[in-house]
């Protein structure tokens, strides 16, 4: 049990970190932590709060007026990272079906230990 918390804690790590090259850091590491590798391929997949320069190609957040690198004027963009309906549908079933198989892994394991321990002790062989 221990080793999932700690893999959990790992996918919200490296979702924040892809997140926060979107803008987005904090939102990225929730969706990592609630929905562990599945979350990875979340912020992956988003479209995040930044976006290109048109003139020097830099990230830059779609509030933006004027770009922090080239100092040209941009045109704002309105945020539109917003998911609809299908996409969270989706988000949910794919976090159920890993929730599913994640349950029935550690259900499996622990079988597994309760039969390694109700097997007897192998005998010595004789000489």
Known sequence: MGVLVLLWLLCGGI???????????IAGFFWGLL?????IAIVLFSSGNKRP???????????????????????AIPNSNKFTAGQIIVIII????GSYFMVNYQKSL???TAIKASLPAPAKALK
Do not use: Y
């Open 110 to 112: 622990q079988e597994k």
């Open 15 to 25: 979702a924040a970190a892809i997140g926060k090259r979107k803008g987005e850091g």
């Open 94 to 97: 794919i976090a159920l079906i």
């Open 53 to 75: 320069c048109p003139f020097c190609h830099e990230r830059i957040f779609n509030q933006a007026t004027v770009c922090p690198h080239c100092k040209k004027d941009t045109p």
């Open 35 to 39: 929905f562990g590798p599945f979350g």
